[in-house]
Each structure stands twice: as C-alpha cells, then as structure tokens.
C-alpha cells in the first residue's frame, strides 16, 4: 500500500497561482499511476489530471486544460500539481490518488486504489 499526503491548497484570488503537492511513502512510487481528483460541495468528484508511471502519458480535464500542469518527480516521492490563472469555479477540495494498473488510471474516480486526505484550494472573485 501507499500513503498519500496532500498539501499547498489555500486561498487566492481568481488569475492566482497555486502548487499542490503529494507526498508518497510505502510502496515504490513508481509503481503507481497517478492523478488528481477535485470536489466540490453538492458535486461528483471529478478527475483533473492523471499521470502515468514514468511521466510520459499525461490526461487533462477540458475545464482545467492550458492551465494546470501534472507532473511528478519519483526520486522524491512527489506528484504535483501547478495551476495557474485560478477560476472561483476551481474552488474545490482537492484529492491525489494512487492506481496501481495503468488501465485503471484515468479521469474517473473509482478505479483508484489509494487516496489521501484532500487539500482545499478556493479562490475568490
């Protein structure tokens, strides 16, 4: 198994930035695909972006395409994630979760095998 550990949400104003990160232990990091998931309240979650094991294949949500960038470093056990040009429609709590077969690592939630605790972004207007 693998424990992950969310961290760098807070508030910012709408065209701010913010990077997310998600510390790994347990398990070799790069065993696992990766990805992010947001929530927001009275909402589904819902898969931002996803990153397979070595960085190479990398998937973004419609909503969140030319302005958040997945990426991971797996000699430091980190996955991250830079959003820039922050919308209030982003304010959400914000997931990193852990797939252990690339063929379940995609933009919907239930396939993931490890989740960490959330991290709230909100950005105002």
Known sequence: QVQLVE??????????????????????FNYYCMGWFRQAPG????????????????TYADSVKGRFTISRDNSKNTLYL????LKPEDTAMYYCAAARRFSDCDLGPKRYNYWGQGTQVTVSS
Do not use: H, P
């Open 82 to 85: 830079q959003m820039n040009r």
């Open 43 to 58: 909402k589904e979650r819902e898969g931002v972006a996803r990153i397979s094991q070595a960085g190479a294949v990398v």
């Open 7 to 28: 961290s760098g949400g807070g508030s910012v104003q709408a065209g701010g930035s913010l990077r997310l990160s998600c510390a790994a232990s347990g398990d070799t």
